[in-house]
C-alpha cells in the first residue's frame, strides 16, 4: 500500500519561500510520477509540478513555472516543493500525488492513484 505524507507548509508572506516535503512509502517509486496538486476553497484541484522518478524529468504549470521547483531524494524516497517569491494566489491546500508511470498528461489528477492528506500552504500580502 502506497503511502504519502506531505509537510512543510504554514504561513508566510508575500515573497517569501517554503519547501513542502512529500514522504513516500511502500511502493516502487522507481516506475512512479510524482505530481504536486493545490485546491483553493472553491476552486477544482489544479496542476502545479511533477516528476517522473526515473529520469527525473520536470513539469511546470505556467503560474509556477520559474519560482517552483520540484525535485527527489531517492534515497529517502522524498519529493520536495520549493516555493519561492509565494504569491497571495498561491494560497491553497497542497497535496502530493503518484502514479504509475504512464504516457497520460501528467497534470491530469484523475490519472493519479494514491495521494497524500495535503498541507496548507497560507501567503499573506
Known amino acids: 500500500q502506497v503511502q504519502l505524507v506531505e509537510s512543510g507548509g504554514g504561513l508566510v508572506q508575500a515573497g517569501d519561500s517554503l519547501r513542502l516535503s512529500c514522504a513516500a512509502s511502500?511502493?516502487?517509486?522507481?516506475?512512479?510520477?510524482m505530481g504536486w496538486f493545490r485546491q483553493a476553497p472553491g476552486k477544482e484541484r489544479e496542476f502545479v509540478a511533477a516528476?517522473?522518478?526515473?529520469?527525473?524529468?520536470?513539469y511546470y504549470a505556467d503560474s509556477v513555472k520559474g519560482r517552483f521547483i520540484i525535485s527527489r531524494d531517492n534515497a529517502k524516497k522524498t519529493v520536495y516543493l520549493q516555493m519561492n517569491s509565494l504569491k497571495p494566489e498561491d494560497t491553497a491546500g497542497y497535496y502530493c500525488a503518484s502514479r504509475y508511470y504512464n504516457l497520460v498528461d501528467v497534470a491530469v489528477p484523475g490519472s493519479y492513484r494514491y495521494w497524500g492528506q495535503g498541507t496548507q500552504v497560507t501567503v499573506s500580502s
Open positions: 516528476i517522473r522518478w526515473s529520469s527525473g524529468r520536470t
Open positions: 511502500g511502493g516502487t517509486f522507481s516506475t512512479f510520477d
